[in-house]
């Protein structure tokens, strides 16, 4: 599977796209107060979730300030990501296995 962490090593310009979908990938316990409230203020909250923010300077500078935590994604970023999540997820034909032994030769000559 293909996680926002892995995404996040692309590295697309953050300022190019409208939308910044911003992923806390790392715990909250154990880290430093003022952390603690720039997540809370870019309403992130448990991990492995996605919020969605304006590209604002103020955002950036509350995910530079968090960065270690988190995985920032442009808008077509995380598209692909969720598409490839979607195709690794999608139902798969069934594997039909024949129990009945193929027919010997003797008796397709014998039939003819």
């Known amino acids: 599977m293909n996680s926002a962490y892995k995404a996040f090593k ?3 310009p953050i300022e190019w796209s409208p ?8 715990g909250i316990p154990g880290t ?12 992130l909250r448990k991990c492995n979730r996605t919020v969605v923010h304006p590209n604002t300077s103020s955002i950036r500078g509350m ?6 935590l988190i ?3 442009t ?9 490839l999540d ?5 139902l798969r034909p069934p594997i039909v296995v024949s129990h009945n032994p193929p027919p010997s030769p003797a008796a397709v000559d014998a039939s003819q």
């Open 86 to 90: 979607a195709a690794g997820r999608a």
């Open 10 to 12: 692309s590295r697309a």
């Open 63 to 68: 995910i530079n300030q968090v960065k270690r």
């Open 71 to 73: 995985v920032v994604e």
């Open 32 to 43: 430093r107060r003022l952390h603690r409230r720039t997540l809370d203020a870019l309403r």
């Open 75 to 83: 808008e077509e970023m995380h598209n692909a990501r969720k598409e």
């Open 19 to 26: 939308k910044l979908y911003v992923t806390l990938v790392r």
